[in-house]
């Protein structure tokens, strides 16, 4: 079972990771976290590029390095731990580069699927918790956090309100497969959501 993580900044997904897998481990469910981007060596290298480096950088050269951290993470994490039959929880994928460089950035949805088709390779997750939060909450959150806003995080809160608004749509579009959690209740309230669900896929 594949499930992804998504959601704006600070929407607490790291705080409902960190729940989900303890109860994982009380189950004694196998499992694999991860994250995007950089849940490889290389990856770590592409997120340095993508967060961690000043200068401007083209909207499309983003989109590419999204994708090339997505390709080697499906190929040498994702997949191998499908295979071996674990659930595989990732940090966010694929609807993050339709919500940032998508509904952020302004890049088609269209050209973004086909290049998110070669970079996936038919790991299509199964389902997606999308904790929403309004974007002033977010950073409220981060800022108490105390720690430097990186390069996306540091974008108008304008591009932060379009990438919210298109994780809401996809969300209406793919019913099915997301399921969409208030993130300004209680932690608790938001886990057994979560808990329930993955009960009820496996
Ligand atoms: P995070 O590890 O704190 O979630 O940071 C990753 C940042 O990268 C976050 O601002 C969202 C952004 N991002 C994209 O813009 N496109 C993507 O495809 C992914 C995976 C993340």
Redesign the pocket.
Known sequence: MFITFEGP?GSG?STQIKMLLERLKQEKIPYTKT????GTPLGQEI?KL??HRPEPMAERA?LFL?AA??AEHVKTVIKPALERGEVVIC????H??M???GY?RGISLELIRNIMDIAISDAEPERVFLIDVPVEEGFKRIKTSGRDK?R??SEALSFHQRLREGYLEMAQKEEERFLVLDGTRSPEEIHEKIWDEVKRCL
């Open positions: 900044e997904k994250f995007e981007p950089g997120r993508l967060l983003e999204y951290d997505r940090d966010r994928y694929y993050s580069t919500a940032y460089q952020g990186d996306i995080e």
